[in-house]
Structure formats: C-alpha cells, structure tokens
C-alpha cells in the first residue's frame, strides 16, 4: 500500500494536471468565440457560415425551358442555389419551402435556382417540375459545376450566395427554411453592388 505522502504526491499531480487542463481550455474558448451569426445556427446541422465569404464560381447552363442561365447576370440578387435530382426524397421534400421562399422573398430580390444533377436531364426534370408546380429556375447541372463549388458529396446541397456575388452559406442536406429565412432577410437588406 502507498503510504499517505506518495498518495498526496499523486493527488496533487493529477490535481494540478486537471487545472492546467481546464485553464487551456478556458483559454482556447476565450480565442475562438464564434460571430454572432455562426453561434445563432450552430445548432443547425449540415449548416456551414462561410467566413470570410468566398466568390462563387460562376457558371452558364441550360435551363430546362430552354433558355440559358449566367450566375453573374444575377449579381445583385441573394441566390440559394440548390442542387438536387428527381430520385432524392429529402430534395423533393423541401422543394415546396423552396417554392414557398421563393414566393415571399422574390419581390425583394432572393432567386431560388434549382440545380438538377439528374443524368437524364429534361426526359425527367421538365415533367417533375411541371408536377411540384416549381416556380424558381431549374437549370440541368453537371459534375464541372458541382465540382466548381466544391464538390457536391450530398442531395440535397444548398449554396447562398449574397447580393455581391460571394457565398455566405454551404448547406448539406435539407435546407433549414424557417431556420434560414431571417438570415436570408438580412442578405436582402445588404446594399446591392454599384455596378
């Protein structure tokens, strides 16, 4: 048995081991505080606040009415671009708050745009949407866009792209409308860019 000297030894240096512990990790919290933004949807999972914000990668694609769609052409507008495809349950899910955003929030400037990674393209998507009565754009993606923003490793992926063209959100998986909706609100009351 140890004797009582070697057992406070022990105690002592676990005991001060633990503070020296606790003071680090005060420390690092104290360094590390979260911006109000980042704190309000960090209980958001799959949300990411992109910071400092990124450009987004712009890109021209097909839309299924046959038209083009130019990300930069709508610089000035707040985009939540949305990839998804037909087959993904959880996209179809949300697809009617995205249509719901898009017909509160589009007077004010938000463009929904629904990015289908759909390989059979419009034999698929043009009816799908004609059914879910969509009534943001549905551009036919590709692996080079996904790729351009940096992968697209889920269904559904959500990118928020503010008024001056630069990404502010990364949403893996359903995107959180109601959650979303306030700090969409603010994206809107930014400045548009001076052209």
């Known amino acids: 048995m140890p004797s009582p000297t070697l057992r406070y030894r022990?105690?002592?240096?676990?005991?001060?081991?633990?503070?020296?512990?606790?003071?680090f990790t005060g420390c690092?919290?104290?360094?590390?505080?979260?911006?109000?933004?980042?704190?309000?949807?960090?209980?958001?999972?799959?949300?990411e606040v992109v910071d400092p914000p990124q450009p987004a990668p712009d890109f021209t694609a097909p839309q299924i009415d046959g038209s083009s769609f130019q990300l930069s052409a709508h610089r000035g507008s707040v985009l939540v671009l949305n990839f998804w495809a037909t087959w993904?349950?959880?996209?179809?899910?949300?697809?009617?708050?995205?249509?719901?955003?898009?017909?509160?929030l589009g007077d004010r400037g938000l463009?929904?745009?629904?990015?289908?990674?759909?390989?059979?393209?419009?034999?698929?998507?043009?009816p799908f949407a004609q059914n879910f009565n969509i009534n943001y754009p549905i551009v036919l993606g590709n692996e080079t866009i996904a790729d351009a923003y940096g992968g697209v490793f889920?269904?559904?992926?959500t990118v928020v792209v503010d008024r001056s063209g630069r990404i502010r959100y990364q949403v893996l998986g359903l995107f959180p409308t109601q959650k979303m909706r306030p700090h969409l609100e603010a994206l809107l009351d930014e400045p548009s860019p001076v052209s």
């Open 10 to 23: 022990k105690l002592h240096s676990v005991g001060i081991a633990f503070l020296l512990c606790i003071s």
């Open 28 to 47: 690092q919290r104290q360094q590390a505080q979260p911006t109000h933004e980042a704190s309000s949807l960090a209980p958001l999972a799959g949300v």
């Open 88 to 104: 993904c349950p959880p996209c179809r899910e949300e697809i009617p708050d995205l249509i719901a955003l898009q017909r509160d």
């Open 111 to 126: 463009l929904v745009v629904g990015i289908s990674l759909d390989e059979e393209g419009t034999t698929v998507v043009t």
């Open 154 to 157: 889920a269904l559904p992926t």
